[in-house]
């Protein structure tokens, strides 16, 4: 059975028609192109998919279109405004915090909401935001790291207000 | 330092980096094809069984389904990554060796329709006894896995033997004997394989894989579809983690060739993350024995160690991986003679192969708890007593392996400085000897610190096949427009190899990284790398890049000369420029330079060639642990244990490591904390476990892995040694900042409450085991305490070459400075 959707994605809106068991991971990557969100097990248990809906970290491989109708949801791929990069993927770039890179968008998202909610996290407080996101590569020192830098970087100079 | 370098030392963002921030960066499974069908293998549900019978009829008749195939449908030809173990098909035929082995495989409109398709496939199994531990293994030789090898279900038996090691063992003041487990566990790359194969009508395949041997896998394929390796074109994808999991051929990657040529159509396999631990190829769970001598004052007299390998269902790298739980150990220490027996055995589990660090974390673990014990009984600080029987630089080995330059002593010095280790090993050892009482409420945590030293090889010294050609090549082509392109065949896994190459380039020709594009490994353009195994990336491909671009340089400055009307030896190359250092008005841009070039000599294209020197030792499996040079790392660990539940919380972890030259310590930094990462994992929750034949944790929740929580503070503290191998200096570090962290781990515990858990993981439960033998008046001490019977080989005798010098620099093949 198919669903028709109405979702906003990365300031689109997009409507579309799927069947209704799709995860939105799939609808994302599968039906809208998006393959900046990826997938470490499909089972809800590494945070590799996560993505923004209304602005909180969901895992998209659990997350069922259907049931997130008119929502607006923010994937790797709508983080930058233009082609100025959002302060976490400069901070992640220039730190080294992505290594293979598979890891990054999910915890990109992840931090950018803890920073929407806490601007100036502790270090102890960034760990918990992400637990849920596994990195095989990095040790999370770097990822750390970064986060601070990115929340140092967007509370000393005006930024627009993030979404 | 010296303004010798200007890219080089810099902590610069590595040239991909923006891709993968973006989210532009396409993995194996982000490739989409016009026309692409989805594949799906079917896997054994048994552990042991012989195939009777395989009928697609019902699967062949689902809407969406283009073709069922069996290993009918390849050629008859078994193959494994080692030409010494051809054990592997692809789709089994007659038997199946282990729970997760491929019998058919789908290909369909969907992945759903495969899956599904997949279902109605009939096998007929018959049931053989599935043997699921060494133990079990050498008790039923009746029950045969494989008809090849060493003996039954003995896949490999080895024994080497440097020197009289019982002459050394009687003239010792301290002799210790030690048995050590060391269990399985898997490298978990965050991405799950995948892999896109397009067979074209002209007969030609292209595969595109998420594989960190392209090079291995281009040739494979060639036997296994049999036909000829110059139609086949292998393009690695950018690796979502590798850590050695993905080193091998493998099922998925095949059957989508096969499937591709069967429908005409492209085909995606991608596995699944139960797939992906079934895959497996990881840490071998090791059995060890180990006796070493000392004198009085610390120094080792001798060695002996017995290692046996649970290897798992079939050869992959098994051979390679039993050497290396032997021979690396005495590249640390002095170890005048040594002798060393291992073996590995076939189980009915997934194959063991090769992770991060390569068979040498389970002896390593074995040699530092051992010379913790020494220590202690010796009356000597375990950091001092290391510091001081450190291998000499450039000498070689008991067993025949060069030692160039060693930073190990600094590095024990900045970890031991860093950590305050001095005054915690007594202060923490004084508290633990005073039994405060607390309230019952109070958590009772015990604080420690232990320290543990390695080494580990940069680059395997011999090919997997033996050749005489380069191990590594570059071809570099100068633009027009001022660009350079490097071609070459290396993967970069996430660690940088593609940014490494950029920056030696850019040293060398005076250019920013960003004015090099490098082309990822593809077998139609770039020349072979061997692949990101063995540390071997930036070193091999380093020095051929730095080849390539010098033989660029010389013929730009030949033509500039020219033109300048200088002599070509007064040029140099800095800021996009070539002109002499004192007249640097008249430098020309790079650019210009490049034309002139052209004009000259005709299209500006280079190659460079890298193998290693040849200083294998002359006895049979000496190919096996000579490297260009040896990383060296040195770790203290402080931790506290719960002394009511046994859980061990980590706090700090400082990290000495011996690179050479960081040539970007950004990178280094980050290959060193994601050692101690998985290293953490390893020694304190990762196991690759089974029961009733099947994986016991065969998913992200199962299978603990440490998260942020669980990550201590890293701090990394780099040595510089210039190493005389290294592009300009450089040594690895991808795998060896691993090494010394599981024993660390496991002194420290012995530091906070006095128990010895000599096993790996060290799990609560295990501490608390030992924390009631301790509070029942017994040795405190958690572990195996017996070794299965099982009879070596007659061991190859050879001459120590302990202590002998090492040529300074070797005589290299290729390259253009013959010493
Ligand atoms: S892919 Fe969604 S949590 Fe792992
Ligand atoms: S960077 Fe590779 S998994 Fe995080």
């Not at chain 2, 160690?305 to 790298?317: F, R, V």
Request: proline share 7%; with cysteine.
């Amino acid at each position: 059975m198919n669903i028709r959707l109405s979702l906003t994605v990365n300031d689109e809106s997009r409507e579309l028609l799927v069947p209704v068991h799709k995860t939105l991971l799939e609808v994302l990557r599968e039906d809208l192109d998006l393959i900046g969100t990826k997938h470490g097990c499909e089972l809800g248990e590494c945070g590799t998919c996560t993505v923004l809906v209304d602005g909180a970290p969901v895992l998209s491989c659990i997350a069922l279109p259907a049931d997130l109708q008119d929502s607006d949801i923010t994937t790797v791929e709508g983080m930058a405004d233009g082609s100025r990069l959002h302060p976490l993927q400069q901070a992640f770039a220039e730190l080294g915090a992505a290594q293979c890179g598979y890891c990054t968008p999910g915890i990109l998202l992840t931090a950018k909401a803890l920073l929407a909610d806490d601007p100036t996290p502790t270090r102890q407080r960034i760990r918990e935001a992400l637990a849920g996101n596994l990195c095989r590569c990095t040790g999370y020192t770097k990822i750390l790291d970064a986060v601070e830098l990115a929340a140092l970087r967007m509370g000393q100079r005006p930024v627009r207000a993030m979404t | 330092m010296s303004k010798r370098f200007t890219v080089v030392g810099q902590p610069l963002p590595k040239i991909d980096a923006w891709g993968k921030v973006t989210g532009d960066t396409r993995f194996a499974d982000d490739m989409v094809l016009p026309r692409m069908a989805f594949g799906k293998l079917l896997r054994s549900p048994h552990a042991h069984a012989r195939v009777r019978a395989i009928d697609t009829a019902r699967a062949k008749t689902v809407p969406g389904v283009y073709a069922v195939i069996t290993g009918a449908d390849l050629p008859r030809v078994k193959f494994g990554i080692l030409p010494v173990s051809q054990d592997e098909e692809a789709l089994c035929t007659e038997k199946v060796r282990m729970v997760g082995d491929a019998v058919a495989a789908v290909a369909a409109v969907d992945e759903e329709t495969a899956d599904r398709a997949c279902r109605l496939i009939d096998v007929d199994y018959e049931p053989l006894p599935a043997l699921m531990s060494i133990q079990e293994s050498l008790a039923h030789p009746e029950v045969r896995i494989h008809e090849y090898g060493d003996g039954p279900n003995v896949h490999k038996n080895v024994a080497l033997q440097f020197g009289d090691v019982e002459a050394a063992f009687a003239a010792s003041d301290l002799v210790r004997e030690d048995v050590f487990f060391y269990e399985g566990n898997t490298h978990l790359p965050m991405e799950q394989h995948a892999a896109v194969a397009h067979a074209t009508a002209d007969g030609k395949l292209t595969l595109w894989s998420s594989t960190q041997t392209p090079h291995y896998v281009h040739r494979l394929l060639a036997r296994i579809l049999d036909m000829p390796a110059a139609h086949i074109r292998v393009i690695a994808a950018p690796v979502g983690g590798g850590f050695g999991g993905k080193l091998d051929p493998f099922a998925h990657e095949i059957a989508a060739c096969r499937l591709s040529q069967l429908i005409g159509r492209p085909v995606k396999i991608a596995c699944t993350r139960e797939e992906v631990f079934y895959i497996h190829r990881g840490r071998h769970p090791v059995l060890m024995w180990i006796k070493t001598g000392f004198t009085k004052a610390g120094d080792i007299t001798g060695c002996h160690l017995k290692t046996w390998l649970d290897g798992g269902a079939y050869g992959s790298y098994g051979v390679a991986s039993t050497f290396y739980t032997g021979v690396i150990n005495p590249v640390t220490y002095k170890m005048p003679v040594y002798k060393f027996e291992g073996a590995r055995i076939f189980t009915n589990k997934p194959p063991c192969g090769p992770k991060r660090g390569h068979g040498t974390p389970q002896p390593r673990f074995a040699l530092e708890v051992q010379l913790d014990k020494a220590a202690e009984q010796l009356g000597l600080d375990p950091a001092d007593m290391r510091r001081r029987i450190l291998v000499e630089p450039f000498t070689k080995t008991a067993n025949h392996l060069t030692v160039t330059t060693i930073g190990l002593g600094e590095c024990i010095d900045k970890v031991v400085e860093a950590s305050g280790w001095r005054d915690k090993v007594s202060r923490y050892r004084a508290a633990a000897e005073v039994d405060a009482p607390k309230p019952l409420w109070q958590p009772r945590r015990r604080r420690g610190v232990g320290i543990a030293c390695s080494s580990y090889m940069t680059g395997a010294g011999t090919a997997i096949y033996w050749n005489s050609m380069p191990h590594s090549g570059v071809v570099l082509r100068a633009d027009r427009s001022g660009g350079v392109t490097v071609l070459c065949g290396a993967t970069d896994i996430g660690q940088g190899s593609d940014s490494i190459l950029a920056y030696l380039v850019a040293e060398v020709l005076g250019l920013d990284p960003k004015d090099v594009h490098v082309h990822p490994a593809d077998t139609s353009l770039t020349p072979v790398d061997l692949g990101s195994y063995s540390s071997r990336v930036t070193l091999m491909c380093g020095q051929a890049a730095i080849q390539a671009a010098e033989r660029l340089r010389s013929a730009i400055f030949k033509a500039v000369a020219a033109k300048l009307d200088v002599d070509a030896g007064a040029l140099a190359m800095r800021e996009r420029k070539v002109g002499v250092p004192d007249d640097w008005e008249k430098a020309v841009d790079f650019a210009r330079a490049v034309e002139l070039g052209e004009a000259m000599h005709g299209v500006l294209a280079f190659a460079g060639s890298y193998a290693p020197p040849k200083r294998a030792g002359k006895y049979k499996g000496g190919g096996v642990g000579p490297s260009p040079c040896y990383s060296y790392t040195a770790c203290v660990v402080e931790l506290s244990v719960d002394e009511d539940t046994g859980e061990v919380e980590l706090h700090d972890v400082w990290i000495g490591h011996d690179i050479g030259r960081a040539l970007n310590p950004l990178l280094v930094e980050g290959q060193v904390e994601g050692s101690v990462y998985m290293g953490i994992g390893e020694a304190v929750m990762e196991a690759q476990v089974f029961r009733k034949h099947v994986h016991k944790a065969p998913s992200m929740l199962e299978y603990k892995s440490p998260t942020t929580l669980e990550t201590p503070e890293i701090h990394t503290m780099l040595v510089e040694t210039d190493d005389p191998e290294g592009p300009f200096g450089a040594k690895e570090a991808g795998q060896g900042p691993l090494l010394p962290v599981m024993p660390a781990i496991a002194n420290a515990i012995y530091h906070a409450v006095g128990v010895r858990v000599d096993e790996i993981p060290i799990t609560p439960e295990k501490v608390l085991k030992g924390l009631e033998l301790k509070r029942q008046g017994k040795a405190a001490r958690v572990g195996p305490d017996r070794v299965p019977l099982f009879t070596f080989k007659q061991p190859l005798v050879v001459e120590s070459a302990f202590g002998a010098p090492a040529e300074a620099i070797a005589v290299r093949p290729f390259s253009d400075t013959p010493s």
